[in-house]
T-cell receptor, first 112, second 112 residues
Framework: EPEVTQTPSHQVTQMGQEVILRCVPI?????FYWYRQILGQKVEFLVS????????KSEIFDDQFSVERPDGSNFTLKIRSTKLEDSAMYFC??????????FGSGTRLTVV | GNSVTQMEGPVTLSEEAFLTINCTYT??????LFWYVQYPGEGLQLLLK?????DKGSNKGFEATYRKETTSFHLEKGSVQVSDSAVYFC???????????FGQGTELSVKP
């Protein structure tokens, strides 16, 4: 069964450093998403991406965040200057039709 | 705004017990409703879904019925197994293909 692949599975970074979280969505999917889950809390929507542009973003997704689909297969989330409160599990998801979201296994980001 | 509220966990049951996890929602229009499951150390997996009122979603012995009159989508299983131990998330999309809005998650622990 096709999967959404996320790398790395765990990343530790120092406060103020830039991080890039990587995702390889399912190849025929057209819509891409990032969500995050702070430990013990609900899963929160960050951003959706379609046709090479952001289609929707939440108020969490401020100027410190950016997304890119650089080569037609990878979908990346960049955090420019990480803060302690960015520590969370970040999930990538993709879909092709009106339903059928597929999630990756997540990247646990720890900011120290 | 649109939101999802789940019963608080953790829920601890003995094997073969009956499970109910309550989920209610607030949304305009006719949302699609989902249950996702997160096993320890893994990502989010779609468990079942329902896209219109009175639809029943079912999978792996789990069921949930879309009740518009009570704005609910309670998850049920007649006989839980140890392997069902996981965190269960109720979610909605307010429009077809839109972002997922998650409840806070309910941790289920099933003891032998």
């Amino acid at each position: 069964e096709p999967e959404v692949t996320q790398t790395p599975s765990h990343q530790v970074t120092q406060m103020g450093q830039e991080v890039i979280l990587r995702c390889v969505p399912i190849s025929n999917h057209l819509y891409f998403y990032w969500y995050r889950q702070i430990l013990g809390q609900k899963v929160e929507f960050l951003v959706s991406f379609y046709n090479n542009e952001i289609s929707e973003k939440s108020e969490i997704f401020d100027d410190q965040f950016s997304v890119e689909r650089p080569d037609g297969s990878n979908f990346t989330l960049k955090i420019r200057s990480t803060k302690l409160e960015d520590s969370a599990m970040y999930f990538c998801a993709s879909r092709v039709g009106v339903e059928g979201y597929t999630f990756g296994s997540g990247t646990r980001l720890t900011v120290v | 705004g649109n939101s999802v509220t789940q019963m608080e966990g953790p829920v601890t049951l003995s094997e073969e017990a009956f499970l109910t996890i309550n989920c209610t929602y607030t949304a305009t229009g006719y949302p699609s409703l989902f249950w996702y499951v997160q096993y320890p150390g893994e990502g989010l997996q779609l468990l079942l879904k329902a896209t219109k009122a009175d639809d029943k979603g079912s999978n792996k012995g789990f069921e949930a019925t879309y009740r518009k009159e009570t704005t609910s989508f309670h998850l049920e299983k007649g006989s839980v197994q140890v392997s069902d131990s996981a965190v269960y998330f109720c979610a909605l999309t307010a429009r077809q293909g839109g972002k997922l809005i998650f409840g806070q998650g309910t941790e289920l622990s099933v003891k032998p």
